[in-house]
């Protein structure tokens, strides 16, 4: 075999491997964190049912106070858009939609809208319940996804950690908030 040969077939080697290696990982995740708030379920619900509060207790809305915002719709409303315009590099430029609220179950979802510094689009979601008449449990979750060949960057990121801190901080700052 001619050295060419040898070469090639070991750059073929070095490209197939990682994509191999990428059929048999996920392409999705999800980071779920949670708080016990001494506040009933449902004042807890009415705060942050509305988007324009998170920038009250939100550590990507803390990174820029000067960040531009512009809101479309009713807000706490299916359909209501909070846009955020950012020249930080950790917050960019996207906009978050509600895109479902259930004031029974006290769940809400909305989809997260990446423009900058990357393109994606995700699902975000809340949900609080009752442990008493005035204490309640938060959940904040976040579902996402990176297509093959891309999900290979599951291998090095550690988005349970890397988001996970900051929905736990966000939480932390909402409890502060929901409690004075």
Known sequence: MTLGKKISIGIIGIIAIPLVVAIFLPTGYQVERSIDINKSAQDVFSYIRMLKNQDQYSVWAKKDPNMKKIYKGQDGTVGFISRWESLEKDVGTGEQEIKMINADALEMETELRFFEPFEGTERSYMKVSSLDQKKSKVIWGFDGSIPYPSNLM?????????????????LSNLKVVLEK
Do not use: A, V
Request: glycine fraction near 12%; aromatic fraction near 18%.
């Open 154 to 170: 599951l291998l090095f990121m550690n988005f349970e950690e890397m988001i996970g801190k900051d929905f736990e901080e966000g």
